[in-house]
């Protein structure tokens, strides 16, 4: 345990900052799960909009989480390429 005042502050802020880092990759993480399962269901159970729109919340998860530097910008290039992939007609 950190003794001197601002390495408790430091550690203060450090803790709130991994929780709202977490928050945004497990955002992502979830979206890509769900498109993985969505590609896994027979073609007769999926939805017409529904592609669209899971590659759309995927984006938008992914460049979040670039944009807080939570994951390094051509990882989000790399999982978007992914998603596109696996969403794809």
């Not at 460049?63 to 999982?79: E, G, M, T, Y």
Request: glycine content about 2%; hydrophobic content about 35%.
């Amino acid at each position: 345990m950190p003794i001197i005042k601002s390495a408790k502050k430091k550690m203060r802020q450090d803790k709130k900052r991994t929780l709202q880092n977490k928050k945004y990759e497990l955002a992502y993480k979830k979206i890509i799960d769900k498109a993985k399962k969505y590609k896994k269901s027979p073609p007769a159970v999926r939805e017409v909009g529904k592609t669209d729109e899971l590659l759309r919340t995927a984006y938008q998860a992914i460049d979040k989480a670039a944009k807080k530097h939570v994951i390094h910008k051509n990882k989000a290039s790399r999982l978007k390429g992914m998603v596109a992939r696996l969403l794809q007609k």
